[in-house]
């Protein structure tokens, strides 16, 4: 609900006077390590004081964090996407709240970030980089007041949660085989337990509520769960049409791509999975191998908005009768708008990018 006010506040006080140029975000995006260095390098001086025991405890965090924040901005200054930006605000928010970081930290964070901006970049490109930040900054309280809406897991996609943490990979399978047997729909093994548990996983890691290690121990072991699934009911289906799938260049999470990979083999598809981080010449060498009928890029994170745009380009250049949709977490609010427009689909979900695939093709 807070979300929702802080976005009609932004629109009706200062949306509409928010005017980035092209010039400012370069100025912007070559400046961004030296930027992101200072702004470092400043609560590095500052983690060892002892009032700042929760700074030092998660300095490793909160530098990637800050590495993240400055990608994501770069995005928001280029396609003007002032919604995500108070969407990502909060999240951010909420990943340092739950480890014990409070509105100081974030007040001085942007606070450092808009003296890092002054240092390296001049009026007028610097003034249009840290009006937002100065709207945010004075709107810290409210989003530190904000409440999460509290999530519940379906029953079975709870167990399955409970024996994925204990490393009981057997009575998981079982789980989802008779699952499966019951609903008799590999959707509804995919919607009602696969991406549940996912989802429940990142919420509960942002949150701090379990470490990168249980993290890694419940994706490891979902993964061997839905590749065994799916290789005993549909490795031996007749593979029709091809379709290449792949990560905007940059995302490191491939999990949701990867399972879309399944899903759509299952469906009779024919399917080159690249996978996370491949850059974009390596994407472009790999579809001229394959010539597929159509390509479908995830998207998890609006920082990488920039990078997708790049390589739909390419791909407009390279093969014109390419059909190309796009899918994952970056498609809500503004960023979903812009990615409509550069690429043939969007798809909200498996189903429809199934659909969305058979009727472009």
């Given at each position: 609900?807070?979300?929702?006010?802080?976005?009609?506040?932004?629109?009706?006080?200062?949306?509409?006077?928010?005017?980035?140029?092209?010039?400012?975000?370069?100025?912007?995006?070559?400046?961004?390590?030296?930027?992101?260095?200072?702004?470092?390098?400043?609560?590095?001086?500052?983690?060892?004081?002892?009032?700042?025991?929760?700074?030092?405890?998660?300095?490793?965090?909160?530098?990637?964090?800050?590495r993240?924040?400055?990608?994501?901005?770069?995005?928001?200054?280029?396609f003007?996407?002032?919604?995500?930006?108070?969407?990502?605000?909060?999240?951010?928010?909420?990943?340092?709240?739950?480890?014990?970081?409070?509105?100081?930290?974030?007040?001085?964070?942007?606070?450092t970030?808009?003296?890092?901006?002054?240092?390296?970049?001049?009026?007028?490109?610097?003034?249009?980089?840290?009006?937002?930040?100065?709207?945010?900054?004075?709107?810290?309280?409210?989003?530190?007041?904000?409440?999460?809406?509290?999530?519940?897991?379906?029953?079975?996609?709870?167990?399955?949660?409970?024996?994925?943490?204990?490393?009981?990979?057997?009575?998981?399978?079982?789980?989802?085989?008779?699952?499966?047997?019951?609903?008799?729909?590999?959707?509804?093994v995919?919607?009602?337990?696969?991406?549940?548990?996912?989802s429940?996983?990142?919420?509960?890691?942002?949150?701090?509520?379990?470490?990168?290690?249980?993290?890694?121990?419940?994706?490891?072991?979902?993964?061997?769960?839905?590749?065994?699934?799916?290789?005993?009911?549909?490795?031996?289906?007749?593979?029709?049409?091809?379709?290449?799938?792949?990560?905007?260049?940059?995302?490191?999470?491939?999990?949701?791509?990867?399972?879309?990979?399944?899903?759509?083999?299952?469906?009779?598809?024919?399917?080159?999975?690249?996978?996370?981080?491949?850059?974009?010449?390596?994407?472009?060498?790999?579809?001229?191998?394959?010539?597929?009928?159509?390509?479908?890029?995830?998207?998890?994170?609006?920082?990488?908005?920039?990078?997708?745009?790049?390589?739909?380009?390419?791909?407009?250049?390279?093969?014109p009768?390419?059909?190309?949709?796009?899918?994952?977490?970056?498609?809500?609010?503004?960023?979903?708008?812009?990615?409509?427009g550069?690429?043939?689909?969007?798809?909200?979900?498996?189903?429809?990018?199934?659909?969305?695939?058979?009727?472009?093709?």
């Amino acid at each position: 609900m807070r979300s929702t006010v802080l976005q009609t506040k932004l629109r009706s006080e200062v949306k509409e006077h928010w005017q980035v140029s092209a010039t400012a975000v370069q100025q912007f995006r070559e400046t961004l390590p030296n930027l992101l260095a200072l702004v470092n390098e400043k609560f590095k001086l500052e983690a060892p004081y002892p009032e700042n025991q929760a700074l030092l405890h998660n300095l490793d965090f909160l530098l990637d964090a800050h590495r993240y924040f400055g990608e994501m901005l770069v995005a928001v200054y280029q396609f003007q996407l002032w919604d995500n930006f108070i969407d990502e605000a909060r999240w951010y928010v909420q990943s340092i709240r739950s480890r014990g970081l409070d509105e100081r930290y974030f007040s001085q964070m942007l606070r450092t970030w808009m003296i890092a901006l002054h240092s390296y970049i001049k009026p007028p490109e610097v003034q249009e980089l840290t009006r937002p930040l100065q709207w945010l900054f004075s709107q810290v309280q409210d989003l530190f007041q904000a409440k999460e809406q509290e999530v519940v897991l379906p029953p079975k996609a709870a167990e399955l949660l409970h024996l994925l943490f204990r490393n009981d990979r057997e009575k998981s399978e079982a789980l989802v085989n008779a699952f499966f047997d019951e609903q008799n729909s590999v959707e509804a093994v995919i919607n009602q337990l696969f991406l549940p548990v996912l989802s429940e996983v990142g919420r509960r890691w942002r949150e701090n509520h379990i470490s990168v290690a249980d993290e890694h121990l419940v994706v490891a072991n979902i993964r061997a769960i839905y590749q065994i699934f799916f290789k005993a009911r549909f490795a031996n289906k007749k593979q029709e049409q091809n379709v290449t799938i792949c990560c905007a260049p940059g995302e490191e999470h491939e999990i949701g791509a990867e399972l879309l990979s399944l899903y759509l083999e299952s469906k009779d598809w024919d399917v080159v999975f690249i996978g996370h981080s491949a850059p974009e010449d390596e994407i472009l060498r790999t579809l001229y191998q394959n010539t597929p009928l159509a390509v479908v890029l995830s998207i998890t994170m609006i920082s990488h908005l920039p990078a997708l745009n790049s390589l739909v380009q390419k791909l407009r250049d390279h093969f014109p009768a390419l059909k190309i949709l796009a899918g994952g977490g970056a498609l809500r609010l503004q960023a979903k708008a812009i990615i409509q427009g550069l690429v043939d689909g969007v798809a909200s979900s498996f189903e429809e990018c199934h659909k969305l695939l058979n009727k472009m093709v």
